[in-house]
């Protein structure tokens, strides 16, 4: 039987989990508050999985997908979210979350994240979906907001209010990925401020923060780079706001030495606890600029 920590919340900064740096971890179990983990990657059993089950038994776990394709158009892969599941019950994740988008269509998956018109006729669409995900899990899901090159003509509404009536019609929370909101606003000219205002904030339980990459004239959410000054800028200005939401670093390709990423760590960290600190029982209603 899986023994886990006793308190299986995550609070404070976390990083992303990536298979190398597995046996590290384990090694020599370093100062970090949680560890969420691409679960698609951990699926299908084999040392993988093994590994998995001992991180979880000294750290609380948050899983992270990019396979459910919500916005997608054919029916739910069953034999994903079965598998799933079954992951969900074995590991029992403090939290679990999935992109708001598309992954999939007609029998062939993409390795890009594909975002949706953000339209009534596609929130109720998706949040069909995510109700059918939850029942099948038991629990609640986040859905992560996507960084954008484009937009549709079918869109009507903005990037906030599509999330904020997804999660009012099925009833989940949000993930919060501020390095997205500064690509969309570099490359669409979307401001992040009115991004963030426009949303729910009651419902934010996770917030991401990560590297990207200058491609031509368009800035690409490419994970594998440090967070830069200015999404660190703007999670120093968000925090007092989030209510001790917990903070993530995600470096997914081109991965440097543990240590810089634990660095990373640190820093988001230090920022969380100092602003947690100061506003211990002050009210935030508004983004200070």
């Known amino acids: 039987m899986m023994t886990f920590p006793s308190e299986r919340v995550c609070r404070g900064a976390g990083l992303g989990l990536r298979i190398p740096h597995i046996p590290s971890v384990l090694q020599h179990r370093p100062a970090v508050d949680w560890f969420e983990v691409h679960i698609c990657n951990f699926l299908n059993g084999g040392l993988n999985r093994t590994l998995l089950q001992e991180v979880a038994r000294y ?10 394709n919500l916005g997608g158009l054919e ?3 069953t034999g994903y979210l079965h598998a799933l599941q079954q992951a969900v019950d074995k590991f029992q994740p403090a939290l679990v979350s999935e992109h708001a988008c598309l992954t ?3 029998g062939e998956h993409f390795h890009d994240l594909i975002p949706v ?3 009534a006729r596609s929130a109720r669409h998706m949040a069909e979906r995510i109700v059918q ?21 079918e869109s009507s509404w903005t990037e ?5 009536e997804v999660c009012e019609l099925s009833g989940c929370d949000l993930l919060l990925d501020l390095n997205n909101a500064y690509v969309n606003q570099i490359n669409l000219g979307e401001s992040w401020q009115r991004f963030v205002e426009g949303l729910p904030l009651e419902r934010i339980r996770e917030v991401h923060l990560a590297g990207h990459s200058l491609q031509g004239e368009y800035l690409i959410d ?18 007092p706001i989030l209510n001790g939401c917990p903070v993530l670093i995600e470096w997914d390709s081109d991965l440097p030495d543990f240590s810089v990423l634990q660095q990373h760590c640190n820093k988001a960290a230090r920022i969380h606890d100092s602003i947690q600190a100061r506003s211990a029982g002050v009210s935030h209603e508004h983004i200070a600029y």
């Open 59 to 68: 750290y609380p776990l948050s899983f992270h997908g990019v396979s459910l």
């Open 75 to 77: 029916a739910l892969d």
């Open 104 to 106: 999939a269509h007609q």
């Open 117 to 119: 018109p953000f339209n």
């Open 133 to 153: 995900v939850q029942d099948a899990l038991g629990r609640r899901i986040l859905i992560e907001n996507l960084s954008r090159y484009a937009r549709y003509e």
């Open 160 to 164: 906030a209010e599509f999330l904020t």
């Open 222 to 239: 490419t994970h594998n780079r440090p967070v830069c000054d200015e999404v660190w800028d703007v999670y120093q200005a968000l925090a």
